[in-house]
């Protein structure tokens, strides 16, 4: 029998939560709910300088916006909690207990300015720079020369002296050699734990089968791999070595890592922008993985279908904001448009646009107008800038606006002429429908004044809608009424 999958996603609440870090918590959900697995989502906040409230309120929302669940977690809860490190203190505390007792560490009384200096030293006489090990073997006595001198210690983990080698799921073989990974801390002088402690110990009492992260960690690994050894020997946890496998880095612009300061990077981007969670989870899942076939447009469930580790690509995945953008537009054109209405009018009454919450008629012209967009849509926040016209001047809307620039291109001269030859052949209209209104503008204006279309409907665009792009023209003036047309026409030519 396989063992039950146990995967996990344990960020730091720092900061805004950026789309590498989405990226992780999808390949374990995916991996988890392909498994039948369990997914466990920790919180991995011993850092008091750094954590924020805020940035772990984000991270849970995050989660839940792009529709990821969790199994085990906060405000989950499950059978090994509890799943914020910064409850965990006594589990650290006795855990380090026992490795001391075991001999797994030992006290290292270096000062910031001692490493420093031998580590220049190392370099520059060409050997490696990582710690000497000085401390290594104090006697009691020198240790306790140490002590009586008032310096603090910090704890060290002993690393067994040989070269480290795992089967990486998605890179495959990957060798550090003993030389570069030296004795390295896991407790503070004042008694903090590390993540180098806590992120092993959690994982192997939590039962994670399977580390899925980012490449930015594969110099931790062998670390983990040795402390993992030491407890599962004290008995600690199951004492099964997970398996660990590392998902391509993400590079922006410029083939450069994509970083926490480029805007693209950050989640709340994406929410204020008006992407659909369908759309970014899909697109996040293309960096580093695909379902084959050239497959590019899925849902999370068809992910979780498909989603085999094996299938990662170990290569950098590229952050390709118009693509991201253009799978957006797909996922909205899939919506049926009381959907796509909901969605949007949040991104509305943000802008001003509407009132919130919006009246009844108010939503039943947006219903009406977003069948004319959805085409042209990529983001719902586009949306602002397309359906305004029809509720400006409304109680509660902004007043109507002509755009300056569209207006000074198209409403000289002959474009005033059009708009009043275009205002008489619609005062008399007996009924105001699409067709009705097309028919009468382009017998008074293509064969009446012998324009061109483009000529001749591109003043009365700018006057209806206040822009040179627009919805279609003849459905937008049907929804915006009779009397607001007629009068948009008439104070355009006044
Ligand atoms: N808290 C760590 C981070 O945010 C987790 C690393 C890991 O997945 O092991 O980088
Ligand atoms: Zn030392």
Redesign the pocket.
Known sequence: MTEAVRV?F???PTGDPHVG?LR?ALFNWAYARHTGGTFVFRI?DTDAARDSQESYDALLHSLRWLGLDWDEGPEVGGDYGPYRQSERGDIYRDVIAKLDEAGYTYPCFCTTEELAERREIARKEGRNSGYDGHCRDLTPEEAEAYRAEGRPSVTRFRMPDQDWTWDDLVRGEVTFGAEHVPDFVLVRANGDPL?TLV?PTDDALMGITH?L??ED?LS?TPRQLALHGALARIGVGSGEMPKFGHLPYVMGEGNKKLSKRDPEASFSHYEKAGFLPEGLANYLALLGWSPGNDVEFFSLLQMADAFEISNVNANPARFDIKKCTAINGDWIRTLDADDLTTRIVPYLTDAGVLPAPPAEDQLKVLRAAVPLISERMETLSQAVGMVGFLFADEPGCPRFELDPDDAAKLLDDQGIATLEAARSSLESLESWTTEDIEFALRRALIDGLGLKPRVAFGPVRVAITGRRVSPPLFESMELLGRERSLARLASATA
């Open positions: 996990r344990c960020p730091s870090m992780t991995e993540y992120n580390v992260r980012g960690l931790s």
